[in-house]
């Protein structure tokens, strides 16, 4: 049965079919973006981190609030949000089973974190 989390990202030379809820994070790099998937495969789309942050609030309603934008560098999945640490600055990202990154994120953009994870939890 297919995905409705589906989406394209259609480049001059690739087209690239992402299930958004197996995207962990996603990180800006200059114009582009990285999109890391839960089996570890980083895909590199032609549009900057705002211009994502766009995408993904018109191209997937309600699927969208799964995902938040965490200072300049990244847009993580809520859903995959295993440990803040602010004293080491880093943010654990794990499904508890197969995968785990680990992100260094500055205090700030962690304290916010924490608090829209406590309002979230409510």
Known sequence: MP???????NGRD?????DLAKVVYIEAAANFTEVVTVNK???????NL?????????QTG????RFVRIG????????YIYRINLRNQSLLLS???????????????L????????QVKR
């Open 14 to 18: 690739e087209l690239l079919r992402v």
């Open 50 to 58: 705002a211009a994502m942050e766009q995408f993904l609030a018109k």
């Open 3 to 9: 995905s409705t989390n589906l989406v394209y990202f």
């Open 41 to 47: 495969l980083k895909a590199t789309v032609s549009m």
């Open 62 to 65: 309600e699927m969208a609030q």
């Open 95 to 109: 499904d508890n089973d197969h995968f785990v990154f680990q992100l260094s994120i500055s205090k700030e953009a």
């Open 111 to 118: 304290k916010r974190l924490r608090e829209l994870m406590l």
């Open 72 to 79: 300049k560098r990244y847009i993580v999945n809520l859903e």
